[in-house]
């Protein structure tokens, strides 16, 4: 009978055993929680060899309740905010679509407008957003002989992509990400898991990566502009250059600005379309890197009048 308890005993332990073996999953690390985001044919498209759009990245602010607590600090009060700012920066630079500019005060609104008429570069867009939420949260699964610890951090943004010749918001949207870490001990075996300060990065990163999409396609909806804003020994001067992919030869169209009427409904400013009065050519360029100027030779047609009064588009 004792030699029965015995066996019982053993056979009851070893089962124990397994069994808490058995409950300890993998060890894995940094796991994305959440799908990898969609991403749109415009973005797996081939490399981008045409014009490049001028789009400035304003104010990202921080409106998480960490930011704004009894206790937050003037040092990093706005560091996730400026974080999403680059992430974003960074994500559409990467297409080769288009030339960033950082505009970090959104009272430059207004002034944005003003850059196509000297010789700094202006931008047609300001994005513009906040991260509206985030948080972190950590969970312990205990068997009899393993712990596993996991540590999840979530984030929320929203952007507006706003038109500075008109002010109006032409794209707003939200988007949520988050990323999860996990760590496992097995008999006192295995690593441990510290704060993870990369999961915050992570989680900031997938929310942008799901809007980046959808705001290349806002932007490359609009036709490519650029604007006159002198002359020189028989030359036009249009706003843009080399970084723009503006190359020696290639041709424009010049345009007569459209009337600009007010929507009554909306209260928005439309502007109707303009119309063609000349073709140019590009025989050179002035200035360096952003601030780069075209040399326009006249081809065909005729300008007259204020230069504030045309716009150039691709031919």
Same mark, same amino acid.
């Given at each position: 009978?004792?030699?029965?308890?015995?066996?019982?005993?053993?056979?009851?332990?070893? %089962?124990?055993?397994?069994?808490?073996? $058995?409950?300890?999953?993998? %060890?894995?690390?940094?796991?994305? $929680?959440?799908?990898?985001?969609? /991403?749109?044919?415009?973005?797996?498209?081939?490399?981008?060899?045409?014009?490049?759009?001028?789009? %400035?990245?304003?104010?990202?602010?921080?409106?998480?309740?960490?930011?704004?607590?009894? !206790?937050?600090?003037?040092?990093?009060?706005?560091?996730?905010?400026?974080?999403?700012?680059?992430?974003?920066?960074?994500?559409?630079?990467?297409?080769?679509?288009?030339?960033?500019?950082?505009?970090?005060?959104?009272?430059?609104?207004?002034?944005?407008?003003?850059?196509?008429?000297?010789?700094?570069?202006?931008?047609?867009?300001?994005?513009?957003?906040?991260?509206?939420?985030?948080?972190?949260?950590?969970?312990?699964? /205990?068997?009899? !002989?393993?712990?596993?610890?996991?540590?999840? $951090?979530?984030?929320?943004?929203?952007?507006?992509?706003?038109?500075?010749?008109?002010?109006?918001?032409?794209?707003?949207?939200?988007?949520?990400?988050?990323?999860?870490?996990?760590?496992?001990?097995? !008999?006192?075996?295995?690593?441990?898991?510290?704060?993870?300060?990369?999961?915050?990065?992570?989680?900031?990163?997938?929310?942008?990566?799901?809007?980046?999409?959808?705001?290349?396609?806002?932007?490359?909806?609009?036709?490519?502009?650029?604007?006159?804003?002198?002359?020189?020994?028989?030359?036009?001067?249009?706003?843009?250059?080399?970084?723009?992919?503006?190359?020696?030869?290639?041709?424009?169209?010049?345009?007569?600005?459209?009337?600009?009427?007010?929507?009554?409904?909306?209260?928005? /400013?439309?502007?109707?379309?303009?119309?063609?009065?000349?073709?140019?050519?590009?025989?050179?360029?002035?200035?360096?890197?952003?601030?780069?100027?075209?040399?326009?030779?006249?081809?065909?047609?005729?300008?007259?009048?204020?230069?504030?009064?045309?716009?150039?588009?691709?031919?």
């Amino acid at each position: 009978m004792k030699q029965q308890i015995k066996i019982g005993t053993l056979l009851l332990s070893g %089962a124990l055993f397994l069994g808490g073996c $058995a409950t300890s999953p993998t %060890a894995t690390n940094n796991r994305i $929680a959440t799908a990898a985001p969609e /991403v749109s044919p415009t973005l797996q498209e081939q490399p981008y060899h045409g014009l490049k759009r001028v789009v %400035a990245i304003g104010r990202f602010t921080d409106e998480t309740k960490r930011a704004n607590g009894l !206790f937050r600090q003037a040092k990093t009060q706005n560091k996730m905010g400026k974080q999403a700012s680059d992430i974003l920066a960074a994500r559409l630079t990467s297409t080769g679509k288009f030339v960033m500019l950082e505009r970090q005060d959104l009272s430059v609104l207004k002034e944005e407008s003003t850059f196509d008429k000297k010789s700094l570069q202006g931008a047609r867009y300001l994005i513009v957003g906040s991260v509206s939420e985030y948080g972190r949260e950590t969970t312990s699964d /205990v068997g009899v !002989f393993s712990r596993t610890k996991r540590q999840r $951090a979530y984030a929320a943004v929203n952007i507006r992509l706003i038109d500075v010749q008109t002010s109006e918001v032409i794209y707003a949207e939200e988007a949520r990400g988050e990323a999860m870490a996990e760590k496992n001990r097995t !008999f006192g075996i295995g690593g441990t898991a510290g704060y993870n300060s990369s999961l915050d990065d992570q989680a900031l990163s997938a929310a942008i990566s799901k809007l980046a999409s959808n705001v290349v396609e806002n932007l490359m909806d609009a036709p490519w502009e650029a604007y006159l804003v002198d002359k020189l020994s028989g030359h036009y001067l249009m706003t843009g250059g080399r970084t723009q992919g503006i190359k020696t030869g290639d041709n424009f169209v010049v345009l007569r600005k459209g009337k600009t009427i007010k929507n009554p409904q909306t209260g928005g /400013v439309l502007t109707l379309p303009g119309e063609q009065v000349a073709t140019v050519q590009v025989d050179g360029f002035i200035g360096k890197q952003n601030n780069t100027l075209s040399k326009l030779r006249l081809v065909s047609g005729q300008i007259d009048g204020s230069l504030t009064e045309y716009v150039v588009q691709e031919g």
